[in-house]
């Protein structure tokens, strides 16, 4: 037992002074540790990084990075344990953040940027804000003829593309789980389980499913554009659907228990920001500030057919979910 | 003794009981969750689970027990190489293995299936049940291997000898005499191979979602109840976890029921072993084992090469779509190459730790009949998913224990986001595999070797130093390697316990596959591979030289 204790012992931070965390006293410059959990591709959090190096050097910022649905499982592992040491909260599932605010989870914030956003993309209470959008199209390898591409989502329930179709796994994969949510507002049950007598094969992320398409072995899918545009020299190729591309929000959001707010805040209104917006583009991703230019071969928003997202219309997906997941899990 | 088994106690109720009575008491709020049983999804996926692990223990028995005959006995397999050769399935991350099994038997593009079709023969289906058992089955029959070897390695030639001189032909001495003694370390082997294909995720999940109608296996369903809402798809993974484990329970049981006749074989430096004379059947075993070889490592790690070094993956594979760019970038980066050194470190705690723990509670518990509760407990995490798992250590460990003193010194125990808290997970998922291997190597020991010792007048302690662990050190080396390999590439628990300062190979693999670079994971997979077999090699020839 000596040696156990002396084990936990040895194991300890000790710290002096009086107790009270990281957190930078109110009022101050923001500074101290900051926990950023997010399922922001590898390469923009290094410039995100930079970003807060050059612009608020005083800031220790601590990105946890995973997929969105593994964010989650985290977060929610660690509220029910206590306590989480996120205090921003960045993934590319919406509906994360809807629940999360009705639980209380979140705390209201708003960048002075977020009023130049799409009023359906932010929440008018303030506890989050779509800090990037994702564009979910169709992708066909460029061998493929033009007459023999499909042109809309619904294509994908066409006998001619049995046992040639994929999509990411809905279950496993927000933004996937806001296109089938899209499919069901269109067609219903219907059309979806057409696709899935088509022979669907549903698994993993958009890279998962490019990674299908580009090999030939399921030519014909649903992804991001983001997993295209960055895949230098694929030989996958976009199509815009005509019965409208899906744009999946992903917002950004404070949690009520950061034990750093004021850091937190500055980081938050930096990302939202036209500089960190610039930093989203140059990822690939399209910025919810309209001034702003798409990302690099990706045509503009407004040249495009998309769904829109009509106010109130998350709200009712959230409802959907559980039974929209349990249904697809059937 | 009793002191040590107090204080062995109280570890393994701090690492592998707390983070269990937290996913338990997950359940018991909720107790609605145990209605999960009643989906039948659920079902059919226990029925996969079972055929599962049913089918990959015999497939790893059926080729690891002649593997592990030929190795230990063949004339002309005496060289160690040959072992390590044939350890190697177990060292290629199974993640890694079952995306080179895509890429060469997926029924559309398969690069096995092409020549297949033009000889006329119908494509291979690496999607399903089948294919699942067939790649977990080739990674786990290394396991069997080495117990096979190890027991015969130990065993006392003379009571075979003994067998033949009353006239028993070869084949009825293996069967009534070497067999039976080597019982223990086999059906320890065929356990934790039933329990390590049951709570597998990464193969079942990879092939059963390549096809439309998937073979759902618990695991992969307790996955899809975690991503349908973490909050409330925790209990019900809880409930699901508690079914895979009595599952897993069963098989050790029944074995142990099988096997209550005690083994007992006189082993150390006294056993020596009869060479096998197969005359004109040397070179088909020789082929034979080259050819598990070739399927188990060589096929899979040259699909991975060619991965890795495709530029642009569609393309025609050939001279003018190769590119050295993936490795150039993986090894390029400061960051991965902090990852493998840090995984590598990891593994090493974790492994040692794992192995003194283990080999501490089956000497513990060796003469304990029936009550052998310390080894029960370090066998449950083994079988529980990786993920729920990573969970239940987040649920007991993620919170700060804070004792301050006087207002102005605090020790703070974190285990979250440090290494910590990843060599505890690896250490406590592994603990099982040298708890086992120790367990089984100790029952083939005759009592007589410790019983002379005590005689002479040395005490427990000083036996065990002196007598027990010197025989031990092949298994107890054996042990380590096992529990590194698997430590050393783990995904699905690093993805949620590693943080900035503390990122490892696992998630790094797991990141370069989920954001669109299969490449360069394939390139990080080989640069793994090749790490492994390299130590893999060097911890055999290290093992021969032991005393």
Same mark, same amino acid.
């Given at each position: ?51 807060? #190096? ?61 009023? #130049? ?214 | ?82 072992? &390590? ?105 065929? &356990? ?113 090469? &060619? ?26 980066? &400061? ?213």
């Amino acid at each position: 037992v000596r040696y156990l204790l002396l084990l936990c012992w040895s194991a300890c931070r000790v710290e002096f002074g009086p107790p009270g965390g990281t957190a930078a006293p109110a009022g101050d410059a923001p500074s101290g540790e900051v926990w950023i959990y997010t399922s922001m591709y590898p390469s923009v959090i290094e410039s995100f990084e930079a970003l807060l #190096r050059q612009e608020l050097p005083q800031i220790e910022p601590r990105f946890y990075q995973a997929g969105s649905e593994k964010v989650a499982q985290r977060i929610e592992a660690e509220w029910t344990a206590g306590g989480s040491p996120a205090c921003l909260v960045l993934t590319s599932d919406p509906f994360w953040y809807v629940r999360s605010a009705r639980a209380g989870r979140l705390q209201r914030h708003l960048a002075p940027d977020v009023l #130049r956003i799409d009023r359906a993309l932010v929440d008018p209470d303030g506890t989050w804000a779509t800090a990037r959008l994702s564009l979910m199209v169709l992708a066909v390898p460029e061998s493929m003829p033009a007459q023999e591409r499909p042109r809309r989502f619904s294509d994908l329930a066409d006998p001619r593309f049995a046992g040639r179709i994929t999509i990411g796994d809905p279950l496993a994969s927000g933004t996937t789980y806001t296109w089938l949510a899209f499919m069901l507002q269109e067609g219903g049950w219907t059309l979806v389980d057409q696709m899935r007598a088509n022979g669907l094969v549903a698994a993993g992320g958009s890279s998962a499913v490019l990674g299908r398409i580009t090999s030939g072995e399921r030519p014909v899918g649903a992804l991001l554009l983001e997993n295209l545009l960055s895949a230098d020299g694929t030989v996958a190729v976009p199509v815009f659907p005509e019965d409208g591309a899906v744009l999946v929000p992903g917002p950004i959001a404070l949690t009520a228990e950061c034990r750093n707010p004021v850091a937190a805040r500055a980081i938050y209104d930096l990302i939202l920001s036209r500089a960190g917006q610039q930093l989203i583009v140059a990822g690939d991703m399209y910025s919810p500030l309209p001034s702003l230019p798409p990302p690099q071969g990706a045509p503009p928003l407004t040249e495009l057919a998309v769904r829109p997202w009509r106010d109130g219309l998350l709200e009712e997906l959230v409802q959907q979910q559980g039974e929209t997941k349990e249904r697809w899990a059937q | 003794v009793r002191a040590a088994r107090t204080l062995v106690g109280l570890v393994l109720l701090l690492v592998v009981g707390l983070p269990l009575l937290r996913l338990a008491s997950e359940l018991l709020a909720h107790p609605g969750a145990l209605a999960a049983w009643a989906d039948p999804l659920a079902l059919r996926a226990a029925a996969n689970t079972a055929g599962l692990a049913v089918g990959v223990t015999l497939l790893a028995l059926s080729l690891g027990v002649p593997l592990g005959v030929l190795l230990a006995r063949a004339e002309g397999l005496e060289h160690p190489g040959w072992r &390590a050769l044939v350890t190697l399935p177990y060292v290629v991350p199974p993640y890694v293995s079952a995306i080179a099994w895509i890429t060469l038997l997926n029924p559309t593009t398969g690069w096995l299936n092409g020549p297949l079709r033009a000889m006329g023969l119908p494509a291979l289906d690496i999607y399903g049940l089948p294919g699942m058992i067939f790649v977990i089955g080739l990674e786990s029959t290394p396991l069997v291997v080495l117990a096979v070897a190890d027991a015969l390695d130990r065993l006392d030639a003379s009571l075979e000898e003994q067998a033949r001189v009353a006239n028993a032909s070869p084949l009825r001495a293996t069967w009534r005499v070497t067999l039976p003694l080597c019982a223990p370390a086999l059906a320890a082997a065929a &356990a934790v191979v039933f329990a390590g294909a049951a709570a597998s995720f990464g193969v079942p999940y990879l092939l059963a979602s390549g096809s439309p109608d998937p073979d759902w296996v618990l695991t992969t369903r307790i996955a899809s109840a975690l991503d349908l809402d973490p909050a409330s798809g925790r209990p019900r993974a809880v409930a699901w976890s508690v079914g895979l484990l009595l599952l897993s329970m069963a098989v050790p049981a029944l074995l142990g029921l099988l096997l209550s006749r005690r083994t007992v074989t006189v082993g150390g430096k006294a056993a020596r072993p009869a060479r096998l004379h197969l005359g004109r059947w040397r070179s088909g075993a020789l082929g034979a084992v080259l050819a598990f070889v070739l399927l188990g490592v060589g096929l899979p790690l040259l699909t991975l090469l &060619a991965l890795s070094i495709t530029d642009q993956v569609g393309r025609p594979f050939g001279p003018a779509n190769w590119s050295l760019e993936h490795y150039v970038a993986v090894l390029g980066r &400061a960051r991965d190459r902090a990852a493998l050194l840090r995984s590598a470190g990891y593994a090493a705690v974790a492994a040692t730790a794992a192995v003194g723990v283990g080999t501490a509670i089956a000497l513990l518990e060796r003469d304990s009949q029936g009550r052998r509760w310390l080894s029960s407990l370090a066998r449950l995490p083994y079988t529980i998913p990786g993920t729920v798992l990573a969970l239940g250590l987040l649920l007991a460990w993620s919170q700060e224990i804070r004792i301050i003193v006087l207002e102005r010194v605090t020790f703070a125990l974190a285990l979250a986001d440090t290494g910590w808290l990843l060599m505890l997970a690896y250490g406590v998922k592994f603990l099982a595999l040298p708890v086992g291997a120790v367990a089984a190597a100790l029952r083939s020991f005759d009592p007589a070797l410790d019983e002379a010792a005590r005689i002479c007048g040395a005490s427990a302690l000083r036996t065990v130093r002196r007598i027990t662990l010197p025989l031990l050190v092949p298994t107890l080396a054996a042990s380590w390697i096992l529990v590194f390999l698997p430590a050393f590439t783990e995904v699905t628990m690093s993805v949620l316990l590693s943080g900035p300062q503390t990122r490892v190979v696992g998630a790094v693999l797991f990141e370069l596959q989920t954001y669109g670079d299969p490449p360069g994971a394939a390139a990080l997979g080989v640069v793994v591979s090749v790490l492994v077999v390299g130590l893999q090699l060097c911890a055999f020839s290290l093992q021969r030289r032991s005393p």
